[in-house]
């Protein structure tokens, strides 16, 4: 087989679709292989640069290919896509891959360590046990509104509406049955984040940089274990602008002929991660109103302009991001006296 200078795989659940080319692009494996020949095929190749689709089950390919020797280059499926030719098919997406990760500034995702991967799966899990524990108690109010019972906001009250809907004797035993069923679900979903909540703090304690990124305002414990765990090398960004860029945090660019025009943001990225940016800011500002957070002037000089809250808390989000990249990049605890001190008149 001719020597190849780059080959790009495009992953399935079974099948495989390689296209390679060497150093004068011309193309040399154009062919599919089955999960069970992926390793053993490039086994017997000369390790070159691979090229993959970044998703979550790349990360564990690119474990095994850099392991046998390979350089390997996850790409993000939209870079790939403006390369994809007419006629879309697994053949056309492992040529267009090959074409994206050729380009000169094509920007590649970092490979994820075993116990990156992990950390992400235990946060993922929480996500999904609150979105569902969510749509319990929506369900419960749903249901108790229906015979006239309404109470306040808050999972605390969830409880006590379980039981005046099951003790009461005005209602079938069907009803009574339903909820007696919906309020076993919640509580058993309340146990489960609490036993996760108790891991996500014991796997945040052996993180010395999520514990650092604690320290500042509005991150808090997810936020200070996600950002590392999403950003496995955040000197790939060349700035904490950037950064805040790849979360969606800065504002859609639509000019032309030199007449600048800023939208809202992109909310490109990670919708997780910018989600609890977004709810520490709100928090932080709370605080801020109530007297009791951090007054940096340029936070208070924005409320006291009467500008939305959702949009101060954007743009503080926005901060944040770009201190917790400073932070993870140099090593350096958070310095709450440089946000203290006004800003410099021009």
């Known amino acids: 087989m001719e020597q190849i200078s780059r080959i790009f795989v495009d992953t399935s659940k079974q099948v495989f679709q390689l296209h390679g080319v060497d ?3 011309r193309v040399v494996v154009r062919r599919k292989l089955r999960r069970a020949q992926f390793l053993a095929f490039f086994a017997r190749l000369e390790p070159t640069v691979v090229g993959l689709e970044a998703c979550a089950a790349s990360h564990h390919w690119a474990r095994e290919l850099a392991a046998l020797g390979y350089e390997v280059r996850l790409i993000a499926p939209q870079h790939i896509k403006p390369y994809v030719k007419r006629n879309k098919n697994d053949a056309r997406d492992a040529e267009a891959g090959c074409e994206a990760m050729s380009r000169p500034h094509m920007g590649f995702v970092p490979a994820k360590t075993v116990e990156q991967q992990a950390g992400l799966m235990l946060l993922k899990h929480r996500e999904r046990l609150v979105a569902e524990r969510t749509r319990t108690s929506n369900a419960i109010r749903g249901h108790a509104a229906e015979f006239g019972w309404v109470v306040p906001t808050g999972l605390d009250k969830i409880p006590a509406l379980v039981a005046q809907a099951t003790e009461a004797p005005e209602v079938p035993e069907t009803v009574r049955g339903i909820f007696r069923k919906l309020g076993s679900r919640f509580a058993q979903l309340q146990a489960e984040i609490a036993e996760l909540d108790r ?8 993180s010395e940089i999520s514990l650092r990124l604690g320290e500042l305002p509005g991150i808090g414990e997810l936020g200070s274990l996600m950002l590392p765990l999403k950003t496995p090398d ?8 950037d950064f805040a860029a790849w979360i969606g945090l800065t504002a859609r660019d639509h000019s032309t002929a030199g007449k600048l025009r800023l939208g809202v943001i992109t909310k ?3 919708e997780a991660l910018r989600s609890v940016l977004v709810a520490g800011a709100m928090s932080v500002i709370r605080q801020v109103l109530l007297g009791k957070g951090p007054q940096w002037p340029w936070l208070v000089e924005l409320l006291k302009r009467n500008k939305p809250r959702k949009l101060v808390a954007v743009a503080l989000a926005n901060k944040l991001a770009r201190i917790a990249w400073k932070m993870m990049v140099s090593g350096q605890a958070f310095d709450p006296t440089r946000l203290s001190q006004p800003r410099p008149t021009a």
Request: proline fraction near 5%; aromatic fraction near 10%; charged fraction near 40%.
């Open 268 to 270: 490109a990225g990670d």
């Open 234 to 241: 955040p000197r790939g960004f060349r700035s904490g602008r």
């Open 23 to 25: 150093a004068s692009e």
């Open 199 to 206: 891991e996500i703090r014991a796997w945040r304690k052996q």
